[in-house]
């Protein structure tokens, strides 16, 4: 069925009960400029009310429809008791889209026996719905349209209420989070998710030694990449060790946390981002006294120049006894500290320092531990 400046087929009854079964039926010799207005022209036009209709095709892949050069595949602008089911392999339309079937229609249903496993695998051509205002809902019933106020698809099912239809502009990367776009319907990339860990350390590491009072590096850890590339994303770190000094010692003791970009911070981009002293030890020689650091390290900004809060506090023996009372000393932090790339894998070291230079002066660092505890 053919026609050269209309529709293949067109119905305008009402109240009948047809079939329209062909190989093809098209209006698709509509090659010259201006022959047919937006609409005029197509494959199937239905534009009153029949009802129990059938759109069918064959399944050896010939066109069921085919639209014109300004048409669609098949239009069906019936009103909303329209019945019927399509059921072809191919709907084919050229400027306007495959299928036209404006919201608010009755029960047009698609017959998978044609279609195969895939229903409408074989719809070629854009999808075109023309906007319109939002449909009654219906329970039972999964409605989609385009909508003339949001304008962009929407949906409801089982008359639960009208929902946006989110989209993705660009593909993001295999792994990533999703977040809201700026208009708070689409989603965009988020980047790599923050990873929660634990990481221990049980093997002792000694200070280098020598009458020194520069850093001196005890243990460390690695951290993951992304690991604190989250706000608020908090590593609560816990360390313990042992300290000695020589005689009559009037040293204080300052334990240190960095957090660098390359493994020992020995260079690369370092953050001090524990740095709490003891006070001078009263002329005292310490053998073996116990020392602990428990800090919490809350990321405040994330990503490139990330920067954190961190606060916590050393505990120390300072006495000659290791029996005694440990004394408490708070961190002097009063500022974020910062910036460092959370995105990538970074390093977290231990020093220690003594005020008073002397080669007898020694640190063992026994345990440390880092966990996310968000």
Not at 37 to 65: E, K, L, M, Y
Not at 77 to 96: C, E, K, M, Q, Y
Not at 251 to 257: D, H, I, R, S
Request: charged share 10%; glycine share 14%.
């Amino acid at each position: 069925m053919t026609g050269n400046c209309g529709w293949g087929y067109k119905n305008s009854s009402t109240g009948i009960i047809f079939t329209v079964s062909s190989t093809t039926a098209d209006g698709n010799n509509q090659s010259n400029a201006g022959i047919c207005a937006a609409n005029a022209c197509g494959g199937i036009q239905f534009t009153a009310n029949p009802t129990n209709w059938r759109v069918i095709g064959t399944r050896s892949g010939n066109d069921a429809v085919e639209g014109g050069n300004q048409g669609y595949g098949l239009d069906i602008s019936a009103p909303a008791s329209n019945t019927g089911v399509i059921a072809g392999d191919d709907f084919r339309g050229n400027n306007l889209g495959p299928i036209h079937m404006p919201a608010g229609l009755g029960n047009i249903g698609v017959d998978a026996a044609y279609f195969g496993s895939a229903v409408g695998s074989n719809i070629i051509g854009p999808e075109i719905l023309p906007e319109e205002t939002a449909p009654g809902g219906t329970a039972g019933q999964d409605i989609f349209w385009g909508d003339s106020t949001a304008h962009r698809f929407k949906m409801n099912n089982n008359n639960g209420g009208a929902f946006l239809i989110p989209g993705i502009n660009a593909a993001g990367v295999a792994g990533n989070g999703v977040k809201l776009a700026a208009n708070g319907i689409d989603i965009v990339d988020a980047g790599a998710p923050a990873i929660g860990f634990t990481m221990v350390n049980v093997t002792p590491v000694t200070s280098s030694g020598g009458s020194t009072t520069n850093d001196q590096n005890l243990m460390a850890l690695t951290i993951p990449a992304g690991s604190l590339n989250s706000v608020s994303r908090t590593l609560l770190v816990q360390l313990a060790g042992v300290y000695s000094t020589p005689a009559a010692s009037t040293t204080a003791v300052n334990v240190k946390l960095k957090l660098c970009t390359v493994s020992g911070c020995g260079s690369g981009t370092v953050l001090t981002l524990a740095n709490v002293s003891s006070t001078a030890l009263a002329g005292i020689q310490a053998t073996n006294d116990p020392f602990n650091l428990t800090f919490n390290i809350s990321t405040q900004t994330a990503g490139a120049t990330a920067s954190f809060e961190a606060h916590g506090n050393l505990t120390i023996d300072i006495s000659a006894l290791t029996t005694a009372a440990e004394g408490v000393f708070a961190d002097g932090n009063t500022t974020t500290i910062g910036t460092i790339d959370t995105t990538a894998q970074l390093f977290l070291q231990t020093a220690v320092a003594f005020t008073v230079a002397s080669a007898s002066n020694v640190a063992t660092q026994r345990q440390m531990i880092a966990d996310t505890v968000d």
